[in-house]
């Protein structure tokens, strides 16, 4: 029996000990598997991380269980063949002349927010499941679902837009797009800044230490009318935060998913690296004066970034087009 055969014969051990409730047995069965995993195991057992937490729940170590989710989530978004590095990455980004969006100038930052902050209550399923009273009723005996609910806290997405659905080339299309600046950028009132992310900062898995976990992926939204039954619905790396309804699909939404276990805070600021910029500020059609101004002034340092405004078309009322300042 080799190497791989071992360690399977010993999780597989573990999974029919813990159905049958014997949870101290199948602790000790893949506690004594997993002494025998290297990084690249790791990766090819993820699910069985996940397993391990509920053991560990069901008796009582929590901090083990806790681990343990830490070590599912990171090794099973690294493992999953649908997340990848997807290179350089022009993306847009709707914001309101505010605290926060002048802080994210001024440091140099993007940042990253908890699902359960935005306005939407099906913006993300995973919050909306977390939060149901039927996930509750459902899972009382289930001693893990808790611990996973408040991993969850770790979680943190940014939006961003795309000129044309699932392509990270630079298009001003989205600009075009009036519900846009409506819902996002103040009634037209904020602004659009536009990023040029490395493969650096949109795909990074951290160095593991023995405190926390961290990583930041892209993913695409994905947008279907399909009917979700909440009896039967499994949340995945897929679905989790980047399932939304069709009536978005003129969004062309990306997100920016973070996971890092060291930190509760809802709003988390990641500093952008040397690679990465900002190539333009567009204003919206009713940006005032000031705002302009004082945006322009926060960027007097970064004399490559350009400076655009949205007007009205002098043959369209209702289209808008984009100008330079």
């Known amino acids: 029996m080799n190497h791989s055969d071992n360690i399977i014969q010993d999780l597989d051990q573990a999974n029919n000990l813990y159905k049958q409730h014997r949870f101290h047995e199948a602790r000790d069965v893949i506690e004594k598997a997993f002494d025998k995993l290297d990084e690249s195991d790791c990766i090819r057992y993820s699910r069985y991380f996940q397993l391990a937490a509920q053991i560990h729940a069901n008796i009582g170590d929590i901090v083990f269980a806790n681990k343990y989710y830490e070590k599912f989530y990171y090794y099973s978004y690294k493992s999953d063949k649908n997340i990848f590095c997807k290179g350089w990455l022009s993306l847009y980004s709707f914001r309101r002349f505010n605290e926060y969006s002048l802080k994210d100038l001024i440091n140099n930052e993007i940042t ?27 899972c009382m005996d289930n001693k893990d679902i808790g611990i996973q609910i408040e991993m969850s806290k770790h979680f943190r997405i940014r939006s961003f837009s795309t000129g044309v659905y699932n392509s990270y080339m630079p298009n001003d299309s989205v600009l075009e797009e009036t519900l846009m600046w409506s819902h996002y950028a103040d009634s037209h009132k904020g602004f659009c800044i536009r990023y040029e992310l490395s ?44 399932q939304k309804k069709k009536c978005w699909k003129y969004e062309n939404e990306v997100r920016l998913i973070t996971f890092d276990s060291s930190t509760d805070e809802p709003f988390v600021g990641i500093p952008i690296d040397k690679e990465s910029c900002i190539k333009e500020i567009i204003f919206g059609y009713c940006c005032p004066k000031e705002t302009i101004d004082t945006v322009k002034a926060l960027m007097t340092n970064k004399t490559d970034v350009k400076f655009s405004k949205m007007e009205v078309s002098e043959t369209n009322v209702y289209q808008l087009i984009k100008v330079d300042l």
């Open 199 to 242: 493969p650096y900062f949109s795909y990074y898995f951290g160095n593991k230490t023995d405190c926390y976990y961290n990583f930041r992926i892209i993913q695409d939204v994905k947008y279907s009318n399909k009917p979700i039954n909440i009896k039967d619905f499994r949340l995945n790396t897929q679905n989790s935060f980047t």
């Open 112 to 138: 990253v927010v908890h699902p359960s902050q935005m306005n939407d209550p099906f913006d993300s399923l995973s919050t909306f499941f977390a939060k149901s009273e039927y996930l509750d009723k459902k």
